[in-house]
């Protein structure tokens, strides 16, 4: 089966840029895989953030973005804030199916 | 606004079924991807399945064979069953709706625990 992987953690100073990143065990990532980014906090559902790659909920925070870079999915995060601290999952379309990344978790210190 | 809510009981015994409920407010079930998902208690989410319009569906394939789900369009609910659960099926469980290849409104999510 599938497996896609994020990394575990990384930390980011306030104020300070960071991008998260998504790979698949089958190959470069491409638009047709729809990449999802959701943020989750403790005791929280996830809450969307970005969908096909890089559009924007109405929700999203601007400095939330999205894209491909060297075959895999990323969000960055510009101008990180304090309140960004979570954990966050990436989501793959494959083959009509769906499947989750193990998350990254953000420390901003 | 649209909101989902998950309901079923928060606990299940072992080798029994699952059942689930998640109720749509604000409006159609109609042309949208209906998902659920789950997360173990400290770990990772994990995509178990969708409906859409009321007939295709399409399943995580370790858990095909023991899953369910289904829709009640005159009640605005979808839902899950899963059969023969075990410890490993202990999870909080969410529900969510899918537009455009974003799944983009999710439920508050509900505990259940596989214990005898």
């Known amino acids: 089966q599938t497996v896609v992987t994020q990394e575990p953690s990384l930390t980011v100073s306030p104020g300070g840029t960071v991008t998260l990143t998504c790979a698949s065990s089958?190959?470069?990532?491409?638009?047709?895989?729809?990449p999802n980014w959701f943020q989750q906090k403790p005791g929280q559902a996830p809450r969307a953030l970005i969908y096909?790659?890089?559009s924007k909920h109405s929700w999203t925070p601007a400095r939330f973005s999205g894209s491909l870079l060297g075959g895999k999915a990323a969000l960055t995060l510009s101008g990180v804030q304090p309140e960004d601290e979570a954990e966050y999952y990436c989501?793959?379309?494959?083959?009509?199916?769906?499947?989750f990344g193990g998350g990254t978790k953000l420390t901003v210190l | 606004q649209v909101q989902l809510q998950e309901s079923g009981p928060g606990l299940v015994k072992p080798s029994e079924t699952l059942s689930l409920t998640c109720t749509v407010s604000?409006?159609?079930?109609?042309?949208?991807?209906w998902n659920w998902i789950r997360q173990p208690p400290g770990k990772g989410l994990e995509w178990i399945g969708y409906?859409?319009?009321?007939?295709?569906?399409n399943y995580n394939p370790s858990l095909k064979s023991r899953v369910t789900i289904s829709v009640d369009m005159s009640k605005n609910q979808f839902s899950l069953t899963l059969t023969s659960v075990t410890a490993a099926d202990t999870a909080v469980y969410y529900c969510?709706?899918?537009?455009?290849?974003?799944?983009?409104?999710w439920g508050p999510g509900t505990l259940v625990t596989v214990s005898s």
């Open positions: 096909s790659t890089s």
């Open positions: 604000s409006g159609s079930i109609n042309n949208y991807y």
């Open positions: 089958t190959g470069a990532v491409t638009s047709g895989y729809y």
């Open positions: 969510a709706r899918e537009r455009s290849a974003g799944m983009e409104y």
């Open positions: 989501l793959l379309y494959h083959g009509g199916g769906r499947v």
């Open positions: 409906i859409y319009n009321s007939g295709s569906t």
